[in-house]
């Protein structure tokens, strides 16, 4: 036995790689992923619309953080301004004030936010209760009760509370459309990840270095299977989610196709160029899995984007699994149209662009006849 | 004119160590080109840059374009979970060989090589010998002006190293440039040329009747080891017998049986070039 365990240190000693990764990449994960690790929700980004939108945006008390207001007349055209707003993403709660009586929207799409935004809002309604006695009473100053006194003077207090999109703040609505996306990750990052190093392996590199492909060929050739059965896997994990867990799809089919298309080319790609860079099936998982656990953890999957420390928070748009369940969350739950989606889609259009080119060129590297390697 | 492709002084280092060093060798075609050389002399360097696997330091590599190219890397090029017939198929589409042409000399090689009745099995379920034959098969297949062919007959049976021949001598008869690897004497001897490396340097080269030809001094047979120290320095055994360099103007040792002269052969020639070398080196 102490012969065999001799052995694997040498072995271990000389390759550095996993060393490395065996050392480096425990402690820089848990670093990171230990800032983004929080569900706590700082601040909700709110929008104000209504006659009284100017009062209430300036009464908005914390967490409530104002992210656009539209002081219209007509309460139909609010409430429609307001429904816009959450759809597209650019806030978690609208607040629309006017006749017949104010409503408070959450976007339940949110999961986190939106809680923070109900228990927020209760303890607002006691606050307000409070708060107006004391105004009542003619006895209450300070900047303490001012917030919810003007509040309460919109009517905001009694305001019905909706919870749009997924009204029962069920999990697993919000899950399955990023989850789909892990999946994705799983065997579009992992699985061909395995594709280049097994050839470098089995000694079949050098014979498709000779032969007359050009590296993009060899790209497109090893990703096109992978997207084929990536694609599948796609489908079918959306039919189990909507079918058993319930998890509706309100928008359209071929916003998320497109969405789909390009997450699975970015992250194949990732797969081909992990390949390319590794020497060992090993290493080439092992890569793998440190990109699969950021993106998890990152992209606003587990955790809300918003939670993350800002120092930790760039990673996560680098990652392409952060665009997607953008989209997914939009389409699938918000069925948000592609006019507002269109920033993920070109993040994740710049990602494929970057990934097949570094792809592109290290297969340039290893298939041409390069120097001693 | 003769295509002539190969190498012109090319030096190859890995890190600091010099793989080859200002090797040249030509191929002609409808010839037969040998390297040989010990383990590590620099073979597979030398053919990897032939066949554009790798690129010099130095020097200069002709070679036709890629699709006219044809390569059997040391680890057979083969993949192991495809079948023969999915390996060929695959190797017949990159080179955009007619799928006719592909059908009749795949058809013909499989069974001359006796690999017909294997079509359909893994190459990874093959014998060693199988794969190499399949190897060169799928070399051969688009009909390559240059074949480079990596020691394809180490490890292989006697009745599997005639069928390879076979397909190598086909391969030149077809006008193709043919340069492989070995570490068969008898395979040297039969092929056109013969380049002998050894350390990354060429030793010797030319056909191998020119070889011989050129090894100075004269080889005695003994049946002994020889008890001079200086005299064991230029033996070797062969065939159960002990073979003793005698350079031009040199005396047998005092005590020693003067032996049976032999005429040198190409692995005696090969023996004394690389002993010549290491006298010189050391």
């Known amino acids: 036995m102490r012969a065999m365990i001799v052995k694997e240190f040498r072995q271990l000693r000389r390759d550095r790689r996993t060393l490395a990764m065996m050392i480096l990449m425990p402690i820089l994960l848990l670093v990171i992923l230990g ?31 104002l992210a656009g207001s539209y002081p219209a007349a007509s309460a ?35 999961l986190f936010t939106a809680q923070a935004a109900e228990r927020a809002l209760a303890t607002l309604r006691g606050g307000t209760a409070g708060a107006a006695g004391g105004v009542a009473a003619g006895g209450v100053s300070g900047s303490g009760s001012r917030v919810p006194a003007a509040l309460a003077a919109a009517g905001v207090a009694g305001a019905s509370v909706q919870v749009l999109y997924n009204p029962q703040l069920k999990t697993s609505d919000i899950m399955v459309p990023g989850l789909a996306g892990v999946i994705l990750v799983f065997v579009g990052t992992v699985i061909t990840s395995l594709g280049v190093v097994r050839e470098r392996q089995a000694g079949t590199l050098e014979q498709l270095a000779v032969m007359p492909l ?83 953890l990152l992209s606003g999957l587990i955790f809300p984007l918003s939670s993350i420390v800002a120092g930790v928070r760039w990673i996560a748009y680098l990652l392409p699994l952060t665009y997607f369940t953008e989209i997914a969350r939009g389409v699938m739950l918000r069925a948000e149209p592609i006019g507002s989606l269109w920033p993920p889609f070109v993040y994740l259009a710049l990602l494929g662009v970057a990934v097949a080119t570094l792809a592109t060129l290290r297969f340039r590297a290893t298939l041409a006849p390069g120097s001693a390697r | 004119m003769t295509a002539q492709w190969g190498a012109d002084e090319i030096t190859v280092r890995f890190g600091g160590r010099t793989a ?37 330091a130095t020097g200069t590599v002709h070679r036709p374009g890629a699709e006219r190219v044809g390569y059997l890397p040391p680890a057979g090029g083969v993949y192991d979970d495809l079948s023969v017939e999915e390996n060929l198929r695959f190797r017949s589409a990159v080179f955009k060989t007619p799928a006719t042409v592909a059908r009749r000399r795949a058809g013909e090689y499989l069974e001359r090589t006796g690999l017909a009745a294997a079509r359909d099995r893994l190459a990874g379920q093959l014998s060693g010998g199988m794969r190499r034959k ?55 001897s039969r092929a056109s040329r013969v380049l002998v490396l050894d350390a990354g340097r060429a030793l010797a080269a030319g056909s191998p009747a020119e070889i011989t030809a050129a090894v100075p001094g004269t080889i005695v047979a003994v049946p002994e080891r020889p008890a001079d120290e200086d005299e064991r320095r230029r033996a070797w055994r062969r065939a159960g017998a002990w073979r003793i360099w005698q350079p031009d103007g040199a005396s047998p040792a005092p005590g020693r049986p003067h032996g049976e002269r032999v005429p040198p052969d190409l692995q005696d020639a090969v023996c004394v070039a690389e002993l010549r070398r290491e006298l010189a080196d050391a």
């Open chain 1, 76 to 110: 139909s055209a609010a409430s429609a301004w307001a429904h816009d707003e959450l759809r597209d993403g650019h806030a978690a709660v609208a607040i629309v004030t006017g006749t017949p009586a104010p409503v408070v929207l959450i976007d339940g799409s949110q």
């Open chain 2, 134 to 188: 399949l190897g060169v098969v799928a070399a051969l297949l688009p009909g390559p002006d240059l074949l480079v062919l990596d020691e394809a007959t180490t490890g292989v049976d006697p009745v599997s190293r005639a069928d390879l021949w076979w397909l190598v001598t086909r391969a030149a008869a077809d006008g193709a440039a043919v340069l492989m690897s070995t570490t068969y004497f008898d395979e040297a």
């Open chain 1, 214 to 296: 050009r590296p993009a060929d060899v790209f497109l050739g090893k990703i096109v299977p992978y997207f084929a059965v990536a694609v599948a896997d796609l489908a079918i994990v959306l039919a189990i989610g909507v079918a058993v867990f319930g998890v509706p799809f309100r928008g359209s089919a071929a916003i998320f196709g497109l969405g789909a298309l390009l997450f699975v080319f970015v992250t194949l790609g990732l797969g081909v160029l992990i390949s390319s860079v590794s020497q060992t099936q090993g290493q080439a998982i092992q890569l793998a899995v440190m990109t699969l656990l950021p993106q998890v």
């Open chain 1, 35 to 65: 800032y983004a690790a929080s569900f706590d929700v700082s601040t909700v980004p709110t929008v104000v619309a209504g006659p009284q939108a100017a009062t209430v945006a300036d009464a908005l008390p914390k967490p409530f953080r």
């Open chain 2, 20 to 56: 080859l060093d200002r090797v040249s060798v030509s191929v002609s075609a409808g010839q037969v080109t040998m390297v040989v050389g010990g383990d590590g002399a620099g073979k597979s360097t030398l053919l990897r840059c032939v066949a554009g696997a790798l690129a010099p």
